[in-house]
Each structure stands twice: as structure tokens, then as C-alpha cells.
């Protein structure tokens, strides 16, 4: 396998590296004091207040909020009124799938023809 000189940089770089005297001990505590020092200054981190209300701001909050919920309720709604109002159209551009798939009697039938079939009426 070919190398490319890229890897070839980059591998005698990494020699550099391995071979380079390690930093001595006081320059190590010198930036472990100054990272501690930075860490204790920086701002507390406050955590998120508990959902009040109970299960419904619980049940938003697992949406993602109320952008989220907005946008599965304007989802939900579209498809119930697509459902209720153009089977046809929806058959249609599915190729008769629907119709099909509901053995032929079509894709909403009616409600007296359900009774019958259970024998309720």
C-alpha cells in the first residue's frame, strides 16, 4: 500500500512528538492552578425547573414544547381532514391501494351496512 506524503508528514510529526522532553512539573502545576481558577469563576450552572402542572406539562415537554405539540396537532388535523373528506381523492393518488386493501367495499362504508354485517340490526 502506497503512502501519500501527507502521511508521511503526519507520521514524522507524531515522531516529533514522542521523542519532545516532557513539560516539567512546575509549568504543569502552574496551568492546572490557572484551569482551576478559570473553572471556579466561570457561572453556575442552574438546573431547568421541574415541569409544573402534572401530566399535561409533562406530556408538552416530552413533545419538545409547544412549537412541537402545535406541529403534530396541525399534522393530526390535516390527515382527519383528509381522511373524512377526499377518500376518493386519497384512494386515487394511491393507485386504488385503499380500496383494495378494504376488499373492495370501499374505503369509508357505511354505517348501516356495518350493523348488518354484525347482525345488530
Not at 73 to 85: D, E, I, K, P, R
Not at 100 to 117: C, D, N
Request: overall charge negative.
Amino acid at each position: 500500500m502506497a503512502t501519500e506524503p501527507e502521511d508521511d508528514r503526519l507520521d514524522a510529526l507524531f515522531a516529533e512528538a514522542r521523542g519532545a522532553a516532557r513539560p516539567g512539573d512546575d509549568l504543569v502545576a502552574r496551568v492546572l492552578a490557572d484551569a482551576a481558577a478559570v473553572q471556579a469563576a466561570g457561572r453556575p450552572v442552574q438546573p431547568r425547573p421541574a415541569p409544573r402542572g402534572g401530566g399535561w406539562s409533562g406530556f408538552v415537554s416530552a413533545l419538545g414544547g409547544w412549537p412541537a405539540l402545535s406541529g403534530v396537532t396541525a399534522a393530526g388535523l390535516v390527515g382527519l381532514a383528509l381522511g373524512f373528506w377526499a377518500p376518493e381523492a386519497i384512494d386515487s393518488l394511491s393507485g386504488g391501494q385503499l380500496w383494495l386493501l378494504s376488499g373492495g367495499g370501499g374505503t369509508m362504508p357505511e354505517i348501516g351496512m356495518l350493523w348488518a354485517e354484525a347482525g345488530d340490526v
